[in-house]
């Protein structure tokens, strides 16, 4: 039904009500269509762009819009008056034919945009001459000789790319449609646009009809073309799937691929990729009927998971590698420029945004490209985005687990915590259920691998996903989370994982300095419950600590291992370890293989502690070892024949026991200044850790430092914040209520 | 004699002429001492002061002279009124009493300027009563606790520390000169300062009296006490050794260490951290007596080796990491920013120098450091120093080859190609001759590892140099260079090192976008004579490409060795290899115990070829193999059990024969976007090496790319330009003049 009150809104209530399901789609077409739209419409107007003509030549030389207009003009007059190529595709990703049909709808969009910015005709004719090779060429394409998945494409490997293809194509042609005849138009909607439309609806319908950010693209993609040719048909089939009944399609894919918070459920990096063809589809359904409010479906979901995407970013803009992810994109790519400009005109000016504008550098030649633009040069903008403590739910209904960021510091000293306990992520979504990832100062502290993907180099497996990303990056072992028994959770079943999510047990970010979360997950490992309980505290004398409680609670012994994939170089240890004259694997599948076992320690009393150097800082992880650990110092490149991994490091503790504790503190202290020298509060201050109670009910222990001590307690079965506690140790009565207790006491 | 050159400028000259020998020491010590010099003058006068205090008056918002006024002036007001700890010395590098000490001198220095400039006596205060406490401290040290050379200091782990400590307190002795009486005066000459110069010219005395940086540490931190405390025999032994008689002493080390284009023997690291007291000693020697004209001497000697070491920076402004070198120094380092404002003042304005001081965007605060404040706000600044190809010669008379830097490109894309075939550079150099270094676009591409010390973290060995450092680092298998039998170069021996030299045959950089250089070593190893030629093409169908022959010439087979350092992901290579399942060492000793070997592969034809990537470009080396050569890739990280080296990568060619050639290109190509996904141009150009020719004589090569052919002739005895060459290969007749040939052919 969801569906339905969208459309609803372009038509006359009382007559929707009426007939509700048989006359909805004439009359919302009736709507689109009869109102005979002057194109271009979909992306800009012929009023808009005669504005932008006098924005481009303002003489204020630090004109983002402007510049962002000559660059553009740059690019495409370089192909001006010549016969670009449009080649019959052979090649992969990163390959020639790849790489030239991606360049192609780029030009033809950012030419018609230079048609109806400038008005010469010479764009427009670039665009139709491209277009009409198209037409000359689509009917002709198969199946793609590199196409390696089930979900090939025509002109790209992957259907993906000929879905980016339809969505720019479609609006370069509307921006040059009034300059091209009918018989042209006629030419270009049959034999450049329609094969396509039939392929990704009839032979890929099982691809096209997902829930999925491959069929976001694909959505669009039909529906700017079907919106850019008048053709209801396909703007049907791209709201409401092929069949037209709205399980699938655009509509569905808003109200089923995040959540009421705006968290995407394959992750930052995916929404990244995602947050363009939504922008861009519901921009040209909003242009093409305002009254339909799409930006306000959902309460303005769209706005939602824009700022829930950048939220999930680290202060040098990168999105945080969840799931599988690139570390190299970050907020200054293409799709969040044009994400970013959208909203401001449909959301209107919001400070945070402009702070990632002023990093972009550059706009979007539309309205709110303009908007940014004029805005940068009025404002003062904010050196950061505003960065805080975040929970974003996962699950259509936001019931499926989630993602806290626990946020401590200001500007270039923030330190970021990012716990996940949300749902599997669909087939880019990782084995890696509480997992945690540390940034600091802008740089990863604690890591995750991210995806191996050399994305565009045509020697690296075509550019796709490395078969190292499933074999190794997307396995629990490449995460800073339990594993047990060296097998993957949900023993690296994709389908499996889906069913499950882990659970927030309780969170409170209300105290100055000291914020707690505490997530358990109890499918991962069947008659095995994690649980994990982060506290993050801030100006502990002077320094940042994490604490971290990962309890594993099984029905029988089990060996389990918490890998601290730590980055930076080793500046000590406090425990000696042996280090092999030849290197073997660290195991023998589920990721285990692709680790050389660099070090290993047995120890069985105190903590072990490791100190790192991360670019200036100094970083110590210490873990309680007083039930016999194992610690093992690992490093990734074995059975990796093709050099495809990076040399990455971490910190193994196994222990093998029915339901062990893993209690450990990673610790944010001193500077290496390199100009002068100089080394500050290079030492951990972590001088005992101490579990001073431990069953059913409470978890009491005790965190020893130089100057102060950290005492805590948490509940194990009642996390009701009316609940009250009362337990004894060591001859101390600790009285509490709610789920957890915290006390700082001078040494 | 030098030295009486020096001092004669102070004289009468007639009666220096008459009784030179016998009288000059005296004259010159009454020009010095009998002016009554006004205290302060040997950093800045209180003229000065007046106007640097106007200075920081300034509205102008961009002053660097006012922001560096109010950063010092921020460090040292936290201490104001304290009672600053001068403690007993127990810590090695970076430990507390170590960074304490170091912090000391700095502060004591920088309050006494803002003493001067302020006028407030707070800051004066703050200096007499540190110098009084060190008067107490110091009669009572005896050689440090954690000395672990025999050059230990009394208040540092080693006795480099206390000179830097002396120059900088002896300038802050004349600082605050006029606010002491003349009994404090007496305290702290006597109590502070007699103990450390008599320590080192007594005690240390075999140290004190070298031709080395750290006895030109010594030498400026006596000359400069002697200087601000008038004792005449302190400036002598300062300028000329304890035994005064110019063997040593300052004088000499400016006549002795560099060469005479200003090339510092040990390196550009380490001139990096003696031109700090070459100008700073120099600056104050010319305060007192300007008419010694000290800045001059030797032709400027200090003027080319600021601006020699200026050269020896990549375009991100860190210096070539020759022999024993921290990568993260870089130009902005405080020792470059006092040498270029002393410079800037000496020497005149220069546009060069003023891009380095952007960059820096700090400034001392005396007369230079005010000129180059006041010219960044009126001048339009570069963005990059003026590189440029340079040759710089070694050893006193420049006959002791010397480092070659050839560059192509501007800019950003400027790419430098560092050849060393110099002296062995005394205790810090490395066993690295006739190495090559590569960068490009402010990266390292071909590199070396420079040195393995984290100086200033007491865990890493007390912040010294570590064993690593001799024992892989200085190495030969570090380098991008032959080593013969897996032994390095003089088998490791630096007096041997030190005996001998490697010769330049000859160079030419007359043509555009084509420069050549090649140079001999007969000494590396007893019988093999090592001779490389590199050419540096630019735009050959659009790239840049290195051209690397390096011949071994043996009176008996060999195994020989030719690494390349490769700093990237592998992208691919075009041969196969084999990996192991577990790692083993690629050798025992002189280094090779510390790498794994990764892969190997045997090629007996045609060529090897590794393409990887670099940031956002790609480069490939390809070798010809057609005489048998093995290949491996190897990465360091073996018998490394404090975890004290980085995991470089690097691939190595072995050739065991008599006389093998290596012919290698490497080539510089294409673009990763990884933004927008897209790789340009990002495989290998290179088709064929064939060497056409191979005799005492002659050698004759083609390089057969996709589209040209390089066809080069070397002669391999006589290097005269004007001798005449005429060959015949492949029925093709070739005659040149000098010592090469080369054409370029479309295929």
Request: proline share 3%; with cysteine.
């Amino acid at each position: 039904m969801v569906k339905l009150l969208v459309w609803e809104q372009l038509l006359n209530p009382v007559f929707v009500l009426m007939y509700k399901n048989i006359l909805v789609y004439i009359s919302c077409l009736l709507v689109v269509y009869s109102n005979a739209q002057t194109h271009p419409f979909l992306y800009l107007n012929k009023q808009e762009a005669s504005t932008f003509l006098q924005a481009t030549k303002t003489n204020e030389s630090n004109s983002v819009f402007k510049q962002s207009f000559l660059e553009t003009k740059k690019e495409v007059d370089e192909w001006v008056g010549k016969d670009v190529d449009v080649p019959f595709p052979i090649d992969p990703a990163g390959g020639y034919t790849h790489d030239k049909h991606k360049a192609n709808y780029m030009l033809m969009f950012n030419a018609g945009i230079l048609y109806n910015i400038t008005g010469e005709s010479k764009y427009a004719l670039l665009v139709k001459n491209m277009l009409l090779k198209y037409a000359v060429l689509n009917p002709t394409l198969k199946k793609h000789p590199q196409a390696t998945s089930p979900f090939a494409g025509h002109l790209f490997w992957q259907a993906l790319n000929d879905a980016n293809w339809m969505v720019y194509t479609g609006l370069a042609y509307d921006l040059v449609y009034p300059y091209l005849s009918g018989e042209e138009r006629s030419k270009i909607e049959i034999g450049a646009f329609k094969p396509e439309v039939d392929y990704l609806t009839i032979d890929m319908k099982d691809w096209y009809d997902r829930l999925h950010n491959h069929s976001v693209w694909a959505s669009a993609g039909i529906g700017i073309i079907g919106l850019a040719s008048n053709n209801k048909d396909y703007v049907d089939m791209a709201l409401y799937g092929s069949d037209k009944k709205g399980k699938v399609g655009f509509i569905a894919q808003m109200d089923n691929l995040f959540s009421p918070d705006g968290y995407y459920t394959e992750g930052p990096y995916y929404v990244r990729y995602a947050i363009l063809p939504y922008m861009l589809f519901a921009n040209a359904l909003d242009k093409a009927n305002p009254n339909m409010k799409i930006f306000e479906h959902r309460d303005n979901i769209l706005q939602k998971a824009l700022i829930t995407c950048l939220q999930q970013t680290n202060s040098n803009g990168s999105f945080f590698p969840l799931n599988d992810a690139l570390k190299e994109k970050d907020f200054t790519s293409n799709e969040l420029v044009t994400a970013i400009d959208i909203a401001r005109n449909k959301y209107g000016k919001d400070n945070g945004l402009l702070t990632v504008a002023k990093k972009q550098n550059r706009v979007t030649l539309d309205k709110g490209g303009l908007l940014i633009s004029n805005e940068l040069m009025t404002n003062k903008i904010e050196n950061y985005f505003p960065y805080k403590t975040i929970e974003s739910t996962d699950g259509v209904l936001g019931n499926e687990g989630g993602i806290g960021i626990l946020r401590n510091g200001k500007g270039e000293n923030l330190s970021s915590l990012v716990y996940k306990y949300a749902s599997q992520g669909l087939g880019h979504g990782h084995f890696d259920r509480l997992s945690i990832n540390v940034f600091d100062k802008g740089n990863e502290v604690l890591q995750d691998y991210g995806s191996a993907r050399f994305i565009g180099i045509e020697q690296k497996y075509g550019g796709r996903y490395l078969p190292e990303n499933t074999q190794y990056a997307a396995q629990t072992i490449a995460h800073n989370t339990i594993v047990q028994d060296e097998t993957s959770h949900f023993g690296g079943d994709t389908e499996l994982g889906q069913k499950y999510h882990a659970n927030k047990l309780f969170s409170d970010y209300n105290k100055p300095n000291f914020q707690v979360i505490a997530a358990i997950e109890e499918n991962a490992y069947k008659g095995t419950q994690l649980k994990r309980t982060l506290f993050f505290l801030d100006s502990v004398d002077g320094r940042k600590y994490i604490i971290d409680l990962f309890a594993a609670n099984s029905n029988a012994a089990h060996q389990f291992d918490l890998p601290f994939h730590y980055n930076g170089q080793v500046v000590s240890t406090n425990f000696k370890y042996t280090t092999p004259k030849t290197l073997g694997t660290f195991g023998k599948h589920d990721g285990y293989e692709f680790l050389w076992k660099e070090a290993e320690a047995i120890k069985t009393n105190g903590i072990a502690q490791l100190t790192f150097l991360n670019k200036d800082k100094f970083y110590t992880v210490s873990t309680l070892t007083s039930d016999t650990t194992n610690v093992y110092l690992t490093k990734i490149g074995a059975n990796d024949p093709s050099f495809n991994l990076r040399a990455e490091t971490s910190i193994v503790f196994r222990k093998t026991k029915q339901s062990p504790i893993f209690l450990s503190v990673v610790e944010m202290h001193g500077f290496y200044d390199t100009k002068n020298e100089f080394s500050y509060d290079s030492y951990s201050n972590v001088k005992e850790i101490k579990v001073l109670q431990q069953d059913e009910k409470t978890t009491v222990f005790k965190i020893v430092l130089n100057k102060s001590s950290l005492l805590f307690a948490v509940s194990n079965n009642n996390f009701d914040e009316k609940s009250t506690h009362d337990v004894t140790v060591l001859s101390e009565r600790i009285q509490w209520q709610g789920p957890y207790y915290y006390k700082k006491m001078k040494n």
